[in-house]
């Protein structure tokens, strides 16, 4: 495979992802198989480390599951990569990735993988949940003896039995919850965790089809999670909004013009303003008029100062 058609199959998975781009070094490299460069949105992978494309698809995965957590969980990105966040979406990538047969597990096609991974499962964790159940039986019978006697059950399990306080909690839970011990203790753990008996069903449903301890924590947070809000509905909240704002302010508007022509038919109605006592007087001041020279009458034409030093006057 080339770089294009890595990116061709990795869109195929998830098309609604931010653009990136695949870059084939042309190198072989012991330190590392491949990387994602956030800021740049690249995968780079060092092409020449693998003998087939299935692993140089594995490895492809990866990077595109780093992609995937960095643009859209952003604000859940932290400086460590490899977050449960992060394992999440790499697992359900592998997952869809084996359903449309653009990866093969390589853990089903290896045959010394099967071997192992059967023994495991069968001689040790299956096992180990069958006996920490037992365990969670014979610590609720301490339990009932600690009371009878007035002793702290805390004390007896941490003084006595060597036991943390969090491993004899998951023990007893799993025995009162009655969690299938094939899961082995992790997962019965996180099952026994579950308060709802449907919601633990459901989990021990996924766990046994293969899903990760990650992957249905992320189904049970997103479960709970609110709904987001559709596109529609917010907008008609805004609208509804809207209308009563405008509603409110229209009322303020026609009040206000209501009291304005009110004002200005009062003004117009005011009688109007009496006219001065005198010609001398203009708003309360005293203004004293000049005099005509005795036996004259008519206009009053004022001198200068030169025409009355002359005693002439100019009409």
């Not at 999670?225 to 302010?249: C, F, M, N, Q």
């Amino acid at each position: 495979m080339n770089q294009d058609q890595v990116k061709e199959k990795l869109l195929e998975l998830d098309s609604e992802v931010e653009e990136f781009q695949v870059i084939f070094s042309g190198k072989a490299s012991r330190r590392w198989d491949g990387k994602y460069y956030p800021d740049t949105h690249e995968i780079v992978i060092n092409n020449k480390n693998f003998e087939d494309d299935n692993s140089l698809m594995y490895t492809a995965l990866h990077e595109f599951a780093h992609h995937i957590q960095f643009t859209r969980h952003a604000k859940e990105t932290t400086s460590r990569a490899h977050t449960n966040l992060f394992w999440s979406i790499f697992h359900k990538l592998l997952h869809e990735a084996t359903e449309k047969g653009t990866y093969t597990n390589i853990y089903d096609e290896d045959p010394r993988f099967r071997e192992v991974t059967e023994k495991i499962q069968e001689d040790f964790i299956q096992k180990n949940g069958e006996l920490m159940k037992a365990l969670g039986k014979m610590l609720v019978q301490a339990l009932d003896l600690c009371q009878q006697k007035h002793v702290i059950f805390e004390d007896y399990i941490e003084r006595e039995l060597g036991l943390t306080r969090s491993t004899a909690k998951s023990a007893m839970m799993m025995f009162a919850r009655d969690v299938d011990p094939s899961l082995g203790f992790d997962k019965m753990k996180m099952v026994a965790a579950i308060k709802e008996p449907k919601a633990r069903e459901e989990a021990t449903r996924a766990l046994k089809d293969g899903k990760t301890q990650n992957e249905v924590k992320e189904e049970i947070k997103a479960a709970k999670a609110k709904p987001p809000k559709s596109e529609y509905s917010s907008l008609k909240k805004t609208k509804k909004r809207l209308e009563k704002s405008i509603e409110e302010l229209t009322l303020k508007l026609e009040d206000v013009t209501s009291r304005i022509e009110t004002l200005e038919d009062t003004a117009d109605e005011s009688p109007p303003l009496p006219e001065p006592p005198c010609p001398g007087v203009v708003r309360g001041t005293q203004i004293r008029q000049p005099t005509l020279p005795p036996g004259e009458s008519g206009e009053y034409i004022e001198k200068t100062p030169y025409e009355r030093m002359r005693g002439r006057s100019h009409r």
